[in-house]
């Protein structure tokens, strides 16, 4: 997911949907090209796909993160991208595809949940404020897309379950986007606080220790009921990590956390 600057028009890229806006696409197996898009491709994962995927092959984060992970930093970019590493075989494939599809296919990634439709979000800073959009951008060797099957964005959302994972997507967006400047000032992207940021947003066991094994509690005052839930709850875990980040290292204000 990208931000797309409302004030340079012109940068927007193709296969924007208006709102409502209908197209034709359906994959299945009958097709020449099923299972070819899950080749040899940079499959950006977030946090919340992270968290699912861990979830679903029943390992630890840290294990999840050195098996399937590979992490870029980019040399303009101050925090890492994390990709989905793919099989060491001649076509680099997905390390879940199988003959007959994703072998996790209902906790699949959100890039591959909402495929061929890709997600952005329209900032405009006069008003202070995102909006989603949404673009149709079947590569061209997809047949999918002369299916007869007719969606919009929004149905599309709901027959894919992406509604949950197009939320979180936004949620980590908002927080990715602060990082377009660099928070981390003399430590640098190795340093302590972009170790901690990490951990954070994407080893949830790691993070979890920190709050309820370390000082963590002596230092934040963090309110008991959501204390009770991220204790259990990853998925809530996973947002209170996305609202201490911003706390942590821009001070933004939660009524959820503060400094004792």
């Known amino acids: 997911m990208k931000y797309i600057d409302i004030e340079n028009p012109g940068s927007m890229p193709a296969g924007l949907l208006k709102e409502g806006e209908i197209f034709s696409f359906r994959c299945h197996s009958g097709l020449a090209c099923f299972n070819k898009c899950c080749r040899n491709i940079n499959l950006f994962l977030y946090p919340y796909d992270v968290l699912r995927l861990r979830n679903r092959l029943g390992i630890s984060s840290d294990e999840f993160l050195d098996t399937y992970v590979d992490i870029v930093l980019r040399t303009s970019a101050f925090f890492p991208e994390v990709m989905l590493h793919m099989s060491d075989n001649p076509e680099k494939t997905c390390p879940f595809l199988t003959e007959t599809g994703c072998s996790l296919y209902s906790d699949r990634p959100d890039t591959c949940r909402t495929f061929p439709v890709e997600q952005g979000i329209y900032h405009d800073a006069v008003n202070n404020k995102n909006k989603l959009i949404h673009f149709f951008r079947p590569p061209g060797f997809c047949l ?20 949950e994972h197009n939320k979180m997507t936004a949620m980590w967006a908002e927080l990715a986007g602060l990082f377009q400047n660099n928070p981390w000032e003399e430590e640098g992207t190795n340093g302590p606080k972009a170790k901690m940021a990490f951990m954070a947003v994407y080893n949830i066991d790691r993070f979890r220790d920190f709050i309820f094994k370390s000082s963590f509690l002596k230092r934040y005052v963090v309110k008991y009921e959501l204390l009770t839930k991220i ?14 980040v911003k706390y942590f290292l821009w001070g933004t204000r939660s009524k959820v956390i503060r400094q004792r």
Do not use: M, P, R
Request: without cysteine.
């Open 144 to 163: 999918g897309q002369y299916e007869e099957k007719k969606w919009t964005a929004e149905s599309w959302s709901k027959d894919q379950d992406a509604s």
């Open 231 to 244: 204790k259990n709850n990853d998925l809530e875990l996973l947002k209170f990590g996305f609202v201490w």
